[in-house]
């Protein structure tokens, strides 16, 4: 069968790309720049540098800081309006996914007048037009949402996470603005990049470049995780995990996350936890579920991850070994368990079925996945990692 492979936008990569950018934005006329962020992109200076970067270049530069994790609806509204008072002709989201997925979404709010719940997929998008261009730009390595159309949205009268899809229109990633994350950020962002290459790289929508893409990614951020952590101003490391963040982010687009990001996004949202933590916890299960569907991509995967797999081994021994390896790894990196975060284990077998049903994605999944399924990997996921 034939397929079809693609990017949805530009990406401007290379240290102080923000330079460039804001050239770009000024040759397109571009005289208001909203700057959507969250206080700690902030407190560090990176609104601040892309703000003047900005003026250096002609064009005025607002700096919107009040985005919290998981952007809830009522946020993204508050933004469209501060955007319109502001007389915004460019959108710039800047920081982790949070603050890139409010952005797109509030300029689609703006665009077309009505809240953005009416344009959330799940809740029958009609469609939308898009008028005021949006930059994105990571400061860390982690969503991929600069290369997404997803833009994630809590919508609190329903209490789920709804998608809006709205590509940017230029990702700009600068190594220079990820080098003032902490190391917990820098683990959990990269887990999230981890689970997308592999999840993207077993599903059940292969294309031949994003494959190449997704299995890369993962090779890239099991190679320079370690070296950015023992040098956290490294920013050759910086750039290769930012590099990483962002292919896995254009495979994933193209051949689709599932089972993992089915957990991670409702054990975060019920348990308040760190989103790529979740994602990482999330990996090995992974691992271990689509094992005997996709045998060839685990060997490859392991090789990625420098896991050892005797000859032999069936594919569900192969899949197993290879999660414990990912454990080991994980445990040096100091990532908690679900235990250690506080969380009950009958409470999180007791979010199964919505994990499924506010996340259409698992259909993507090798195999598919049943109530039943979900809960065995949710209590998978609590008794093998302690």
């Not at 530009?10 to 208001?32: C, H, Q, S, T, Y």
């Not at 003026?55 to 508050?78: H, R, S, T």
């Not at 603050?99 to 077309?112: C, E, H, Y």
């Not at 600069?146 to 994630?152: H, Q, R």
Request: hydrophobic share 45%; with cysteine; charged share 25%.
């Amino acid at each position: 069968m034939a397929v079809i492979y693609q990017q949805l936008c530009p990406v401007l990569f290379g240290n102080d790309a923000i330079a460039d950018m804001a050239k770009r934005a000024a040759a397109e006329g571009r005289k208001k720049a909203f700057i959507v962020c969250d206080k700690g992109v902030r407190a560090i200076g990176a609104a601040d540098r892309v703000a003047d970067a900005l003026k250096a270049e002609g064009v005025d530069a607002f700096i919107y800081d009040d985005i919290v994790p998981d952007a809830p609806d009522n946020v993204v509204m508050q933004i469209t309006e501060a955007m319109k008072a502001y007389g915004t002709d460019l959108i710039l989201g800047l920081g982790g996914g949070s603050s890139l997925d409010a952005a797109k979404a509030a300029g689609v709010a703006m665009d077309n007048g009505q809240p953005i719940n009416v344009f959330m997929e799940e809740n029958g998008n009609p469609g939308f037009v898009i008028k005021t261009p949006c930059y994105v730009i990571p400061t860390n390595a982690g969503t991929g949402s600069e290369v997404t159309p997803m833009c994630v949205v809590h919508e609190m009268a329903s209490d789920s996470k709804k998608v809006v899809l709205r590509p940017a229109q230029l990702a700009v990633l600068d190594p220079t603005l990820t080098v003032t994350c902490p190391r917990s950020v820098t683990i959990n962002s990269a887990m999230d990049a981890l689970a997308h290459s592999i999840e993207a790289y077993t599903s059940v929508n292969p294309n031949p470049k994003d494959m190449i893409l997704a299995n890369n990614a993962t090779r890239l951020i099991r190679e320079n995780l370690p070296k950015a952590l023992e040098n956290l101003q490294d920013l050759e490391a910086r750039g290769n995990l930012l590099f990483a963040a962002d292919i896995a982010g254009i495979a994933f687009a193209e051949m689709s996350i599932h089972i993992g990001h089915c957990y991670a996004h409702e054990v975060g949202l019920r348990f308040e936890l760190n989103h790529g933590h979740v994602c990482g916890l999330s990996v090995p299960e992974t691992i271990r579920y689509v094992a005997e569907a996709k045998p060839k991509e685990i060997r490859d995967i392991a090789k990625a991850l420098q896991v050892e797999l005797p000859e032999g081994l069936s594919p569900r021994e192969a899949g197993d070994q290879l999660a414990e390896g990912v454990r080991k790894w994980l445990r040096e990196l100091g990532l908690k368990s679900l235990k250690e975060l506080g969380v009950d284990r009958e409470a999180l077998i007791g979010v199964a079925k919505d994990a499924i049903d506010h996340n259409w994605f698992h259909v993507m999944c090798p195999g598919d996945v049943s109530y039943e399924q979900m809960a065995q990997y949710l209590a998978d996921s609590y008794d093998n990692y302690q």
